[in-house]
């Protein structure tokens, strides 16, 4: 009888072994073998989520929407006033309670063949590593009809729309797949093929900004949040030494 048991329990255990063994193959596959860079966002730099909104706002917000992010929380949120926010930020409408939606007509599907998706919750459905290597990684691909392909997201129709900043990048032959150094700074397997107005650690600053950006708007609250986080443990820490010197006041003649 105990035999049985002892060979029904490894069975269970090498099934189990095998079952996460395959999901972990799944997760892996999901990213078609690239590799990400590292990158976590941080949403409470606000200097990097203006830079990020003011270029969003110019290079994405012909084509990416943000539905659940109205213009005069972002506005709020950022420290800008309403003019600077009319002039600069406001693309897509001219009221403030409006979200920020596509500038772009509906032939967006016609040219690209897909809509480009609304970027709200980008950063969470995805994770901000994905969408920082993402935009670093568009190589040049004369099998695509754009003429530019994506390691992270293979046959994107997305055009590379930063192309005059990054410069024109190809995959590196000689880095056979899977064989990736250390070195994965600013993704290491690509050689560039044109110099983009700005350097390369510019580049992935101007990445960042736009990253930090994306996470904020994710969840727009999310500093808020936090800081009533931190006033309640204070408010809390502070009631318990209140609580504990009282103790010591009811106490003391008992002893
Ligand atoms: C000319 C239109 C256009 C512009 C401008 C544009 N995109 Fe895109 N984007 C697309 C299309 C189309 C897709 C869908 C790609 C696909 O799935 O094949 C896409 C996909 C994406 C995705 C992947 C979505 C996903 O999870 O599958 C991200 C992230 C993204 N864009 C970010 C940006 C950012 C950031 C900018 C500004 C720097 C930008 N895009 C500018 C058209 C555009």
């Known amino acids: 009888m105990n035999l049985l048991m002892n060979q029904t329990l490894t069975r ?31 949403s409470g730099n606000t200097a990097s989520v203006q830079r990020g909104a003011r270029n969003f706002m110019a290079y994405c917000s012909g084509c990416h929407s943000l539905k659940y992010l109205r213009y005069n929380r972002l506005g709020e949120d950022l420290g800008i006033p309403d003019d600077v926010l009319k002039k600069n930020l406001m693309f897509t409408s001219d009221k403030p309670g409006d979200p920020i939606k596509i500038a772009m007509p509906a032939a967006a599907e016609q040219w690209f063949g897909r809509v480009p998706p609304d970027l709200s919750l980008e950063t969470r459905a995805r994770g901000a590593s994905w969408v920082y290597t993402y935009l670093l990684s568009f190589y040049l691909d004369e099998s695509r009809p754009l003429g530019v392909n994506n390691t992270v997201l293979a046959g994107a129709s997305m055009p590379h729309v930063l192309w005059e900043l990054q410069g024109w990048q190809k995959k590196a032959e000689h880095k056979a797949e899977g064989e990736h150094g250390g070195d994965h700074h600013g993704g290491s397997a690509f050689e560039k093929v044109t110099d983009g107005s700005l350097k390369p650690a510019e580049y992935e600053a101007f990445v960042a900004d736009l990253v930090n950006f994306l996470d904020y708007a994710s969840e727009p609250g999310k500093q808020a949040r ?18 504990y010197l009282l103790k010591k006041e009811f106490w003391r003649d008992v002893h």
């Open 12 to 42: 269970l255990a090498r099934a189990a072994v095998v079952a996460a063994g395959a999901l972990v193959a799944n997760l892996a596959g999901a990213n078609a073998g690239a590799e990400l860079l590292h990158f976590s966002a941080d």
């Open 226 to 243: 936090i800081s009533l986080g931190l006033k309640v443990m204070l408010y809390l820490l502070g009631l318990l030494v209140l609580t």
